[in-house]
């Protein structure tokens, strides 16, 4: 059963993409995801039970003026529903499906030290020649790998790191002793 977060972000998107408007209600929807992370006012007033439905839609109505009409819509449906406790999962779930319509992948690339950026580079455009998908690449250091990479390819991973190869092998020698 699909839940909640998955099914009021399909429909923003459905809508969003029906009208043309996907990459205008992504921004506003992370808008006001970080408006409400970063602003413990407006998370007491959106989240409290202490402000009715019409106070917290007339709020949103002052705070988000301009703001797309099918945006507004579907804010005034989650503080209606009293779902606005789930905007932070929506959102997440709207950015995997603008990435899927959008042919876009996330790629982490993690190594032992500090990797040349034309070598991350590369790493990236070889992934984008393989699947066909433009990349969203990062690059991160964590010395506990010891040597070599982990290439995180959206839900893949790719462990060619020196820490998991002595893993591998120390459990080769347990199982043989």
């Known amino acids: 059963m699909q839940d909640v977060a998955h099914a009021y972000a399909d429909a923003l998107f459905e809508v ?33 039970p202490y402000f009715s439905s019409s106070e917290k839609i007339e709020g949103a109505k002052r705070a988000f003026t301009g703001a797309d009409e099918e945006f507004v819509n579907f804010l005034e449906l989650l503080i209606e529903k009293q779902r606005v406790t789930e905007v932070f999962r929506i959102r997440r779930q709207f950015e995997e499906l603008w990435k899927h319509e959008n042919r876009r992948i996330d790629v982490t690339v993690t190594s032992a030290v500090e990797l040349d950026g034309a070598v991350v580079g590369k790493i990236g455009e070889e992934i984008e020649r393989q699947t066909g998908q433009e990349v969203d690449l990062a690059s991160r250091v964590d010395a506990e790998i010891l040597g070599g990479v982990v290439l995180q390819v959206g839900n893949m991973v790719l462990d060619a790191s020196i820490r998991n190869r002595l893993e591998k092998l120390r459990k080769s020698v347990a199982s043989a002793a």
């Open 16 to 48: 969003a993409k029906e009208k043309g408007k996907l990459d205008a209600i992504r921004e506003e929807l992370d808008q006001f995801a970080d408006a409400v992370d970063q602003n413990r006012d407006l998370q007491v007033f959106f989240f409290s």
